[in-house]
């Protein structure tokens, strides 16, 4: 993570002290209890569960106007119907919400903006005291977007950059405009400034791929002449990388795999029997579905609907309790798990 200006420290500063904001005794009380009874089931080996989620991410819309090649959405492999979540059905998850959980993240698949109810969504969602932040390719923030998303109060968002030229941004973004993006990233940044407001937290996210891992000095140059707050550079994640993918960057340090002896590409993670986000948190699909975390794209493991029962009934239900027993005993055999780096 780069902080890109003493602006962008001062509001990250702010950012962090948002989190802490948003802490009551309660929520105190259940970080505890997470905390404590994922080690004890860690070192036992046995599901022993204890309070509610810490994070939720809820998915406003599953479909995208971008087609990026290891993207389920923009390659078009996802197997879930596309649809958008409604302002009454988001209402109904909110309120079911555990209000022991603090953070909340309005992206899952898909672009989010896509969903026009995005606004009230976290104008709802700051109701509760929620820390919210959401994650977009750039391509809908015109000026009066960008206005409504600084006056939604939301509190950080997260802007796929991922090049520095037109020519290597299109390498990879299929159907996009890097042009377009760069405007929405000032259009943002413009309107934080003419509101004089703090927030959001922008944070400029750039995936490492081989066509573009040249471009990372000059990102952090582009990123700094945007005014943005943070550049984060992060490791892609392959669907298909047993033999080599030709989007797998050479640079090892943003590289989530490693060359064997026989020529095959194998996750650097351990995949250790133990994983905190299914102890901290979920993932809740367009339609309602609770799955147990951002890897499970086809929600193929869903522990129920949030739609139909209350959260507790699914956090602690049948299908969560087996799934966690399993990521305790043998995390490596659970298709989700093979490219995760928690």
């Not at 991410?57 to 479909?63: L, Q």
């Not at 940044?189 to 959001?200: C, E, G, H, I």
């Amino acid at each position: 993570m780069k902080i890109l200006s003493f602006k962008g420290f001062c509001n990250l500063l702010s950012y962090y002290r948002r989190i802490l904001s948003t802490l009551s005794f309660r929520r105190i009380g259940n970080i505890l209890k997470l905390k404590a009874s994922f080690w004890i089931s860690a070192l036992l080996g046995k599901n022993i569960h204890r309070g509610k989620p810490l994070s939720v991410s809820i998915e406003p819309v599953n479909y995208c106007n971008l087609h990026c090649q290891e993207c389920p959405v923009g390659s078009g492999k996802l197997t879930r119907k596309p649809g958008r979540m409604d302002i009454k059905n988001f209402k109904i998850i909110l309120e079911k919400l555990p209000r022991e959980t603090l953070y909340l993240t309005l992206y899952f698949q898909g672009e989010p903006y896509l969903n026009t109810l995005i606004f009230e969504m976290i104008k709802q969602a700051k109701k509760q005291k929620l820390f919210v932040s959401t994650s977009t390719n750039g391509h809908f923030l015109d000026p009066e977007n960008a206005e409504k998303t600084v006056v939604s109060d939301i509190d950080e968002v997260i802007i796929s950059l991922d090049a520095s030229t037109p020519e290597s941004y299109l390498k990879y973004r299929i159907g996009g405009d890097f042009n377009k993006l760069i405007q929405g990233i000032q259009n943002l940044v413009d309107a934080r400034n003419s509101l004089k407001s703090a927030t959001p937290l922008i944070r400029l996210q750039f995936i490492v791929f081989s066509h573009n891992q040249n471009d990372l000095k000059h990102a952090v140059s582009l990123s700094k002449k945007l005014k943005a707050d943070i550049l984060e550079f992060k490791s892609a994640q392959h669907y298909d990388f047993e033999d080599g993918n030709p989007f797998m960057t050479s640079l090892d340090k943003y590289s989530r795999y490693r060359k064997t002896k026989d020529g095959k590409y194998i996750i650097k993670n351990a995949l250790r029997n133990r994983c905190y986000r299914m102890w901290s948190s979920c993932v809740i699909t367009w339609d309602g579905n609770i799955i147990p975390c951002c890897y499970d794209k086809d929600a193929q493991y869903s522990y129920g609907n949030l739609l139909y029962n209350d959260f507790s009934t699914i956090w602690n239900g049948e299908k969560s309790n087996a799934f966690r027993k399993k990521i305790l005993t043998a995390r490596k055999d659970q298709e989700i798990c093979r490219n995760c780096t928690e």
